[in-house]
């Protein structure tokens, strides 16, 4: 009988990339994944070549409601019931699901956990954290210790939880060992699973771009393009290269849309990958996806907010000159313009002194042998 491992992430556009690139990696290994799907992206979602269980339930998808009490018990009880019918022996799930916690109260269950955000180590509540990310990944672990908790006793098991189950038993670190920190690198269930793209993303090709003789920046800058620092960055990379603009407006719904020109190009929903070697730039609010994939391409970026999940990244990537955090508070046109060429040119430096590229690649290679010997480890493979 073939062995199936189902994946539950929220349904957005990055979680559900870094799932079919796992799902890709298990049926290498003879495996058979489930993607927990949500039932208005099922047919679709089939029909794009993936194994889907339809799951009604769509707060169990929801990225605004992922990792509350509600939405954790929610997600116990429909997971709870499909392991004991159909036999599972492992969850893939992302660092924001606590559901784990409770399975295993009540399954013989192994987790294998994505994220961007690496574990330091359970923090007992009588250590002060030494730095703002051991304050913040204190405090998340304290959110979802309350909420397992609470979904635990609203369940009706034991209402407690061990610091060490929060993180899973085997972690996919979506980034490189050049980028480790010392904490990371004493973790040893932690496997580097590069940048986890899902590279079959649909989208239009770069307009004016077809053969891509034009170097080119990608701006994506989220919701609230005329509230921010947008339009000083925008007319910085303007004044002070040569570049054309694709300007994302996938997520845009202010009013005071940007206006296309011979330089910038408005994109409903561009793809990275038909970019390719044309992209000298990306300007982003600091998603994971599109800072992974400015890391693995060798891509200079400016990064104008740090997105929730995202923050420990971002700051080692600061701190080894591999992008530029334009504070939207404090950013204006003249201070970018004169410091643009010499921030690009030291993140290509940069880049090229950890060998980025190449460390992304060697570790999309050995990404499924890596997931192979976890599974091998539970003795589920």
Known sequence: MT????????????????????????????????????????????????????????????????????????QFH????????????????????????????????????????????????????????????????????????RASMAAGLSGSVSLDEL????????????????DTKTRKNVVHAGSMLWDALDGEAAPSAGAHDVDLCYFQHGRHFERSSAWEILSAVLKTTDLEVILDLERYDGTSKPEASSRVHLVEKPNFYAYAEALKLMVTSGGSTSVLYALERGVPQIITQKASGSEDLVESLQAR?????????????????????????????????????????????????????????????
């Open 167 to 182: 993180w899973g038993d085997a972690f996919l670190l979506r980034s490189v060992p050049e980028l480790d920190d010392d």
């Open 321 to 381: 000159d591999l992008c530029y955090f334009a504070d939207a508070a404090n950013v204006s046109a003249t201070f970018l313009s004169s410091e643009l060429r010499d921030t690009m040119e030291n993140q290509v430096e940069a880049i090229a002194r950890h060998d980025l590229p190449d460390s992304f690649g060697k570790a999309r290679t050995e990404r499924p042998a890596q997931i192979g010997k976890i599974l091998r480890e539970f003795g589920v493979l």
């Open 78 to 149: 429909t997971l709870a019931a499909l392991i004991k019918d159909r036999g599972w022996f492992t969850l893939v799930t992302t660092q924001f699901n606590p559901v784990h916690t409770l399975l295993k109260s009540v399954c013989d269950v192994r987790t294998l956990i994505i994220g961007t955000a690496a574990p330091l180590f359970p923090i007992e509540d009588q250590m002060a954290p030494k730095n703002e990310r051991h304050r913040r990944q204190k405090w998340r672990q304290d959110q979802w210790c309350w909420i397992s908790e």
């Open 3 to 74: 062995l199936e491992i189902p994946i539950l992430v929220p349904w957005t556009p990055g979680f559900v990339g870094a799932a079919k690139t796992v799902y890709r990696d298990l049926e290498k290994l003879g495996v058979r994944p489930v993607l927990l799907c949500p039932a208005d992206r099922f047919e679709s979602t089939v029909k794009a070549g993936f194994n889907c269980l339809k799951v009604e339930d769509s707060k169990a998808f929801s990225m605004s409601l992922w990792a509350t009490v509600e939405t954790t018990l929610s």
